[in-house]
């Protein structure tokens, strides 16, 4: 039997990057899928595809984020479309670049609206619909490195992922009686959309590969091969937790 066989899941900005790769994962492992995304239908299809060539089912809806309404939605329709949800995967995530000084209260809001308080309001809606069935379910949070490390000029993005972290922790503690798993996923540097200005500048690129143990940049599915891993019940005794998809970018310091 598959690992995620009968079990539903919502992959919150699924359509593309890690996201998509996550969708991938979990439908390979027979659980069916919401894919969750804001803006491009396109590439939504394009994960539904590969949910069908893997031989599970989908479907899409469209969602934004800060909108804590269109999450509830969201959870509704999922429920409304499969009957249940048993995995939450909080991937969405934005990041923008700027001198701390020059940092607008409209990118503040973007950053913090969808890293931290979707992530909130998504698994509030969830928790809730475990409660009302008594379904031990699982929540699993894509934070990064960052949730520890800091990234000078992106600070709206680390204060995002640092409350993730505590987010992860503290519903660990609340919704453990109840045997409900939450925990946190946090890669480094990952070859996807995101880090597409990284990935156009070769200088830069260089740099970054040079702090990075393993030599090189993460693919999506180093991440969501963990993702499905603890989605599944043979997670069942892990909560509260971060685990670092780096190649040991965290922890690396050298003398040179
Ligand atoms: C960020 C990337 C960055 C990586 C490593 C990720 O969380 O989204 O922009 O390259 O961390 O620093």
Redesign the pocket.
């Known amino acids: 039997m598959k690992k995620l066989e009968n079990k539903v899941a919502i992959v919150t900005g699924g359509s593309g990057g890690i996201g998509q790769s996550i969708c991938q994962f979990l439908a390979r492992e027979g659980a069916k899928v919401v894919i969750n995304y804001h803006s491009d239908a396109q590439e939504a299809q394009e994960t539904q595809e590969k949910i069908q060539e893997v031989g599970s089912e989908s479907h899409i809806v469209q969602t934004n984020l800060a909108k804590v309404d269109q999450i509830e939605n969201l959870v509704r329709e999922s429920i409304e479309r499969f009957g249940k949800v048993d995995v939450l995967v909080n991937n969405a995530?934005i990041?923008k670049r700027a001198d701390f000084w020059d940092v607008t209260e409209e990118d503040y809001d973007l950053v913090l609206n969808i890293n931290l308080k979707a992530v909130f309001f998504a698994t509030q809606a969830v928790v809730k619909h475990f409660r009302a069935t008594n379904n031990p379910g699982k929540i699993i949070n894509i934070?990064?490195?960052?949730e520890e490390?800091p990234?000078p000029h992106?600070t709206s993005?680390c204060a995002s992922?640092g409350g993730l972290k505590m987010i992860t922790r503290n519903l660990a503690v609340e919704l453990g009686s109840m045997g409900i798993t939450i925990n946190n996923v946090?890669?480094?540097?990952?070859a996807?959309p995101?880090?597409q200005?990284?990935l156009n500048n070769p200088e830069l690129l260089q740099k970054?590969t040079k702090?990075i143990p393993l030599g090189h940049?993460g693919e999506p599915e180093d991440v969501a091969a963990l993702v499905a891993f603890l989605a599944s019940d043979e997670a069942k005794y892990i909560t509260g937790s971060t685990f670092y998809v780096?190649g040991g970018?965290l922890w690396n310091y050298q003398e040179q």
């Open positions: 995530g990041e934070s990064s490195v960052h490390l990234f992106f993005y992922k946090s890669p480094g540097a990952i996807t995101i880090n200005n990284l970054v702090n940049l780096d970018l």
